[in-house]
């Protein structure tokens, strides 16, 4: 008697887990009927032509990056869309110092101060100098089909120098550890 409760037991356990697991899975495959209200990289032939699909780009003198938002009206649209560019740009920065600075601890070990809390702390923040700099380079807007909304495109830009610049003023408590930072073989790949 006690067997067969068990086995009861895990039989209604198996059901459970398999039914939440195929939910889970339906839930992450439907899509929702709701429009995005952000759209980082449209997908469309329409796209003008300084529009690229690549969120990010650095080059030798800067860094530029594109998104795409949905709004009600042009100015809407356009708005979020240099928002969502900035946002994106920021968090490319913040990425890459994180990645420099972890490539630079392995190159220059722990002595080197690359991980010590305040500097980690202010590291972080130094994407908070992309608002200070960056300026935006098009925007456009374009009709979603089907639908009373517009999408907006937008290009921003901040110059490599000044960005520079910046990030020398936001670590300057942190002046010879950000030095040794700049100075080491991973941070030529900033």
């Not at 067997?3 to 398999?18: D, E, K, N, P």
């Not at 937008?154 to 003023?169: F, I, R, T």
Request: glycine content about 6%; proline content about 3%; hydrophobic content about 40%.
């Amino acid at each position: 008697m006690h067997r067969t409760g068990i086995r009861i037991v895990t039989f209604i356990l198996s059901a459970v887990v398999l039914i939440a697991a195929a939910c889970t899975t339906t839930s992450n495959t439907t899509g929702s009927p709701e429009t995005p209200q952000e759209d980082t990289a449209p997908k469309d032939d329409a796209l003008p032509d300084w529009f690229s699909e690549e969120s990010v780009i650095y080059d030798s003198s800067g860094v530029q990056a594109y998104a795409g938002a949905i709004g009600t009206d042009a100015a809407s649209a356009e708005t979020k869309a240099v928002t969502q560019a900035t946002t994106v740009l920021k968090q490319s920065i913040s990425d890459r110092l994180e990645t420099v600075r972890t490539e630079a601890v392995q190159e220059l070990g722990m002595e080197s101060g690359l991980t010590n809390a305040d500097f980690l702390i202010d590291l972080r923040k130094a994407d908070g100098a992309v608002d200070d700099i960056v300026s935006i380079q098009q925007t456009d807007t374009m009709p979603v089909e089907g639908q009373n909304s517009v999408r907006g495109l937008a290009a921003v830009e901040l110059s490599k120098e000044e960005l520079m610049e910046q990030l020398n003023k936001r670590m300057s408590d942190h002046e010879d550890t950000w030095n040794a930072l700049k100075e080491s073989g991973a941070f030529q790949e900033f």
